[in-house]
């Protein structure tokens, strides 16, 4: 299985982290992975 990552524009994705901090308790830090598969992973298993 193989995906690629698909390209964020930085301002929204600033949005996105801002609005995470102030709205979500407990959130400290929002990340977007861009590693390809394999090796990475998308989900959990």
Known sequence: ???E???LDHAFL???AS???N????I???TYDITS???GTIEWE
Request: net charge positive; no cysteine; hydrophobic share 30%.
């Open 23 to 26: 709205e979500v308790r407990g």
């Open 5 to 7: 990552y698909l390209p």
């Open 14 to 16: 600033g949005r996105v």
């Open 28 to 30: 400290n830090r929002v």
């Open 1 to 3: 299985m193989t995906v």
């Open 37 to 39: 598969k394999p090796p």
């Open 19 to 21: 609005r995470t901090f």
